[in-house]
């Protein structure tokens, strides 16, 4: 991260960590979000980083146990198939 900044002249000074602690403040900063569908939600950005891993997760793991489902049935549908002659 860059934590120096450019003075009006275009001179670049030295950084007092002022931009790094202003981006550690927004975890805990309470904001409101909305997305398309649903209400506005109050929650700090930590907890909306934490809730869309988990639904990330949660997400995988669905799409996953689908594609395991799907493959299983066409293998027994490929077996039964071979089970009657030409």
Not at 37 to 58: E, F, R
Not at 73 to 82: G, H, N, P, V, Y
Request: negative net charge.
């Amino acid at each position: 991260m860059n934590a120096g900044s450019v003075n009006g002249a275009g001179e670049i000074n030295k950084g007092d960590n002022s931009i790094a602690d202003a981006m550690a403040d927004l975890l805990d900063k309470t904001v409101t979000l909305s997305s398309s569908g649903g209400a506005a939600v109050k929650q700090t950005l930590i907890d909306y980083y934490a809730t869309l891993v988990t639904h990330v997760g949660s997400d995988t793991l669905s799409v996953k146990n689908a594609a395991s489902r799907e493959a299983t049935l066409a293998q027994t549908l490929s077996d039964r198939r071979e089970e009657f002659p030409a």
